[in-house]
């Protein structure tokens, strides 16, 4: 038997309010997922228009070295309402990515949408712009957790009473208090309600320079005209990847800003920027700034597609929005969709739980008193949904074929899309996170109509209207809320995130010109060269010793010795702080096995690279054996055992996992393999994309090459 302590199982304790079991112990539904003072089902459903985000403009191009230029941003996160409920419910304070020259008129949750093209680099200056009229910084929307490895403006000091930023701040001798009762910092201490640390990350980014990726620990406050003196104005890795931007593009470093330049070698695909700030990454994203990110090739389009019919030149839906379209736009047949999970407050304002007791029940001792944060929580699932920035929209589409580029944006929620009561739609995925797969894969034909996505995960799908009856169709989502685990669940409410969008169906008014996906000729994907050698790594949920049942946090590892003979691989659970143990040399291709000692599934994302999926296996799971030989060289505890049985054999990857791709689903008690080549040395991560888990703390560094001498230890 396993102990709580090494492998975690969910038994269900996220959803004790939720759910009532029968006589034949099946769970069902009995209320609706809880959340804020909003009522999900107050909310009208389908009465706003989707939002289809114009390009973002650009400041200007610059000359540069090779390329004919760059294409240049200058882009700021600011405060302000956005209409994300249908009026007359109030609007809600977001934060969000817009053009810095515009005010907030052209901001957004999620933005105006980045459209480049390959061979051609975008240079963005990102400017934390979290501040008042008068220029004050503004504190965070949501409750922030000191308890956990983050970012730590303050430098509160550690254990050890070292002070320092990106840090686990100790409160011995103090107890845990919300904000309106904390008077004694001697005794007491809360929530962090000081200027907020933002990093801005492009996901999807194949090849970025480490530079310009949005380290975690390269975090920036807003160049505010109140900072108190004491606050780290950056995290650890600031000043010196500000240097290295300094060095390689000439822009010299300015406070409260970050300059990435991304380089666009990487395949025409869907990509999308976000905010990666150390353990706060969950409540930054939360509170809106994300925006897609489309790599286009020279001609505009995805690399030479062909129609098998004619073998000529075949053509995707089309047109998107472009930076040249008039104000009032023109009519689009790919559109981005960005589907998220929220919940509301009555008066508009986004809830989030400032306590861990949302979670489970558990009402404490916290850290220091236990192991227990006060106020993370180990997942978060919204009551609503929210597509492109708005509550349960809705589009009018023609009897046509469309192209949508999905993206799972949620906070732990896997989606299931289902397209099924849409009569005579028929959906085609042609691409994923790392471009066009190498097929079309028939989503109504042999998917049972539904496509599946972790947090994170990319489709490209073409959805023909054409055959649809004119009228008002539901897109669904037969997902969990709940955490996913691949087996048997219960889908969404089907009143409240059971349902994504409303396609409000007419006449064609245009001809159709796209190919038929089925005649549909994609371009060839060049395998990864064989590897170099495998890596086995480990994910890892660490239960609380002070309450039953609790996840105390969620964790990687890496795997000591062969799983495949019968002794197995020991599994060493490692810290964000641990030396870093994921190190491959510059231009090596690795196999990683990702062993998933969990009871959940995890959506996993490496950063710099496109990674194939290249197959999945059960393993057993086993405690701790009496030799701990091996042990020596990880600080920390060998948790367990994995193996893989003698009699298992492996499955490939799912249709939709061809090609490239940059986050892949980790299922529970499986190893799931893919392949990669590091092409750029630095600094980089990866980690779980539920927000939560990245957080606390399911993320670790990759230092690709030799360190730098001189970049922080
Ligand atoms: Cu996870």
């Not at 038994?11 to 769970?27: H, M, S, V, Y």
Request: glycine share 10%.
């Amino acid at each position: 038997m396993l102990t709580r302590r090494t492998f975690l199982k969910y038994t269900g304790a996220t959803t004790l309010t939720l759910f009532a079991t029968t006589a034949a112990g099946q769970r069902i539904a009995v209320a609706s997922i809880p959340g804020g003072s909003l009522d999900p089902a107050s909310v009208e459903k389908f009465a706003s228009p989707l939002l289809i985000p114009p390009a973002m403009p650009r400041a200007g191009t610059i000359p540069w070295r090779g390329a004919r230029s760059v294409d240049y941003y200058e882009i700021a996160m600011r405060q302000f309402e956005q209409q994300a409920l249908p009026p007359p419910l109030p609007p809600t304070t977001v934060w969000g990515y817009g053009p810095a020259g515009s005010g907030t008129a052209l901001h957004h949750a999620p933005s105006l949408t980045i459209e480049a093209t390959a061979g051609v680099p975008v240079r963005v200056r990102w400017i934390n712009d979290l501040v008042d009229a008068d220029g004050r910084a503004l504190p965070h929307l949501l409750p922030v957790d000191p308890t956990l490895h983050w970012a730590n403006p303050q430098r509160l000091p550690d254990r050890h009473g070292h002070r320092s930023t990106d840090q686990k701040p100790d409160f011995t001798g103090r107890v845990f208090v919300p904000s309106d009762q904390y008077h004694d910092p001697t005794t007491q201490y809360t929530t962090y309600q000081g200027p907020v640390p933002i990093v801005t990350h492009l996901h999807g980014a194949d090849g970025v320079g480490q530079e310009s990726d949005g380290y975690t620990e390269a975090w920036y406050l807003p160049a505010a005209t109140d900072l108190d003196p004491d606050l780290a104005t950056g995290g650890r890795w600031y000043a010196y990847l500000a240097g290295l931007v300094h060095q390689r593009f000439g822009v010299a470093p300015e406070p409260g800003t970050q300059t990435s330049q991304y380089p666009n070698d990487n395949r025409p695909s869907t990509l999308w920027f976000h905010d990666h700030a150390l353990g706060m990454t969950r409540l930054n994203v939360y509170a809106g700034p994300a925006g897609f990110f489309l790599l286009r090739d020279g001609s505009g389009g995805d690399g030479p597609i062909r129609d098998a019919r004619t073998g000529g030149r075949g053509t995707l839906p089309g047109p998107a929005p472009r930076r040249t379209d008039p104000p009032q736009g023109r009519p689009y047949y790919e559109i981005p969709i960005a589907i998220q999970d929220r919940s509301f407050n009555s008066d508009g304002s986004l809830f989030y739980p400032d306590s861990r007791t949302f979670f489970d029940g558990v009402t404490g001792p916290w850290l220091p008193e236990s192991d227990l944060s006060p106020v993370w929580n180990p997942e978060f699932f919204g009551n609503t949904l929210i597509v492109n920035g708005r509550v349960w929209p809705h589009l009018a589409v023609e009897q046509r074929r469309y192209r949508f580029r999905v993206l799972n944006g949620c906070q732990s929620r896997v989606l299931l899309l289902d397209f099924g009561s849409i009569p005579d739609v028929d959906v085609w995925q042609i691409g994923n996170e790392g471009g066009l797969l190498p097929e079309a894969v028939h989503v109504t034909g042999d998917l049972s109509d539904r496509v599946l996505l972790g947090p994170a995960e990319r489709a490209d799908l073409v959805v023909d209207f054409t055959d649809v009856p004119p009228g008002a169709w539901v897109l669904h989502n037969v997902g969990p809320d709940e955490p996913f685990g691949g087996g048997e669940f219960e889908p969404a409410d089907p009143q409240t995130t059971g349902q994504v969008l409303q396609f409000r169906v007419g006449r064609a008014r245009t001809p159709d010109r796209s190919t038929p996906p089925q005649h549909l000729v994609l371009p060839e994907i060049p395998a990864l060269p064989a590897e170099e050698r495998v890596r086995r790594v480990a994910l890892i949920e660490a239960m609380s010793m002070a309450a039953e049942e609790a996840p105390a946090r969620a964790l990687l590892g890496v795997v000591v010795g062969d799983p495949a003979r019968p002794a197995g691989g020991k599994v060493f659970v490692k810290e964000w702080h641990d030396e870093v143990t994921e190190d491959p040399d510059r231009g090596a291709t690795e196999l990683w096995e990702i062993y998933n000692t969990t009871g959940d599934a995890h959506p996993i994302h490496v950063h710099e690279v496109a990674f194939e999926v290249v197959s999945r296996q059960p393993i057993l799971l086993g405690e701790p054996g009496e030799d701990h030989g091996g042990a020596e060289e990880h600080e920390l505890e060998h948790i367990g055992t994995v193996t893989i049985p003698p009699d298992s054999s492996p499955r490939g990857p799912e249709p939709g996992e061809a090609g490239r791709k940059d986050t892949v689903i980790a299922y529970p008690e499986e190893v799931t393999r893919i392949r990669m080549q590091f092409d750029t040395a630095g600094r980089y991560v990866w980690h779980c994309h539920i927000l939560e888990h990245e957080d606390h703390e399911m993320m670790r560094p990759i230092q690709v090459g030799q360190p730098d001498p001189d970049q922080p230890s």
